[in-house]
């Protein structure tokens, strides 16, 4: 019974495109949140929602859209992908902002632009 | 604003040999410190957490220890095997619906 799971795992797409990424959680955590891994494999945070709430963008380009429908799910759109898309995207899930907050990982779902 | 180091970057012991991975952080006001084990093509592993209130952590052959006055945490994997290989991420958490993660160390135990 995966916790945090993200849908689609792979995305191949010719720039211009758009496409969307799924995520959902089952842990009853108050907190989801986007990262983009790049090639280098460092991750960056996107996005953070609590409770439903966008309280992080963390200057992200306005092509990038999160939606969360409720507090189990957060999804992302992207409009016009470019070359620089090219990146795995990780989603992401804590209860509470306090000390004790586990930050649970999705698998991943990686975006190739071609 | 909060950057996070890890060193060394690349890692290659044998197997049996305790070895010790680093953390640096430049922000003290941290609410914790949390080590990820990734696999390659996999997502993140959850390995240990520590609160700002604690010094160390331990979970099996991993220990993870933290100075938050000078900025700094140590995992600690005593034994290791092939099956560590893998690589540890250290992130921070200061309280702003964000963990700023570190850059990484790639640990290669050999057989």
């Known amino acids: 019974d995966t916790a945090v799971s993200q849908t689609p795992k792979y995305l191949v797409t010719q720039m211009g495109n758009d496409k969307s990424i799924k995520c959902e959680q089952n842990?009853?955590?108050?907190?989801m949140y986007w990262y983009k891994q790049d090639s280098k494999k460092f991750l960056k945070i996107m996005f953070s929602?609590?409770?439903?709430?966008?309280?992080i963008n963390e200057t992200v380009p306005n092509r990038f859209s999160p939606k969360s429908p409720d507090k189990a799910h957060l999804n992302l759109h992207i409009n016009s992908l470019e070359l620089g898309d090219s990146a795995v995207y990780f989603c992401?899930?804590?209860?509470?902002?306090?000390?004790?907050?586990?930050?649970?990982f999705g698998a991943g779902s990686r975006l190739t632009v071609l | 604003k909060q950057e996070v180091t890890q060193i060394p970057a690349a890692l290659s012991v044998p197997e049996g040999e305790n070895l010790v991975l680093n953390c640096s952080f430049t922000?003290?006001?941290?609410?914790?410190l949390q080590w990820f084990r990734q696999d390659p093509g996999k997502g993140l592993t959850s390995l240990l957490l520590?609160?700002?209130?604690?010094r160390e952590q331990t979970s099996g052959r991993l220990n993870a220890s933290l100075d938050k006055s000078s900025g700094r945490s140590t995992l600690y994997i005593a034994a290791s095997q092939p099956g560590d290989s893998a690589t540890y991420l250290c992130?921070?958490?200061?309280?702003?619906?964000?963990?700023?993660f570190g850059t990484g160390t790639r640990l290669k135990v050999l057989a």
């Open positions: 992401a899930s804590s209860r509470g902002t306090n000390g004790a907050n586990v930050l649970t």
């Open positions: 842990l009853g955590h108050d907190t």
């Open positions: 929602y609590n409770n439903k709430e966008l309280i």
């Open positions: 922000d003290s006001a941290i609410y914790n």
């Open positions: 520590i609160q700002s209130s604690q």
């Open positions: 992130a921070v958490y200061s309280g702003t619906y964000k963990y700023i």
